[in-house]
């Protein structure tokens, strides 16, 4: 099993910055990809950005170049930083990850983003 906790959502005005953190615990060694989902208000949750294990990345067309993955093996962390924050950003954040060869599926408990106009 593995446990996410994430962190570093805030208020921001429209054009600011946050960096949001994603520990993870457990039986980290047998991770996938880590993703990071956002969840808007009143809509469905949509996949915002993804990192495999050797480093690789993808995004949504619509935080492509402004939001930026990455991680650190050593600390079990991902980042998400993210620049030229717009008032469409404002969701709760979502870090994800399953368990090689299974089809377990594993959330932390959300980190609220509002950017304000």
């Known amino acids: 099993q593995v446990q996410l906790v994430e962190s570093g959502g805030g208020l921001v005005q429209a054009g600011g910055s946050l960096t949001l953190s994603c520990v993870a615990s457990?039986?980290?060694?047998?991770?996938?990809?880590i993703n990071w989902y956002r969840q808007p208000p009143g809509k469905q949750r949509e996949l915002v950005a993804a990192?495999?294990?050797?480093?690789?990345?993808n995004y949504a067309d619509s935080v492509a170049g402004r939001f930026t993955i990455s991680r650190d093996n050593a600390k079990s962390t991902v980042y998400l930083q993210m620049s030229s924050l717009k008032p469409e950003d404002t969701a709760v954040y979502y870090c994800?990850?399953?368990?090689?060869?299974?089809?377990?599926?594993?959330w932390g408990q959300g980190t609220q983003v509002t950017v304000s106009s």
């Open positions: 994800n990850t399953g368990i090689r060869g299974t089809r377990a599926s594993y």
């Open positions: 457990g039986d980290t060694g047998s991770m996938n990809a």
């Open positions: 990192i495999s294990s050797g480093g690789s990345t």
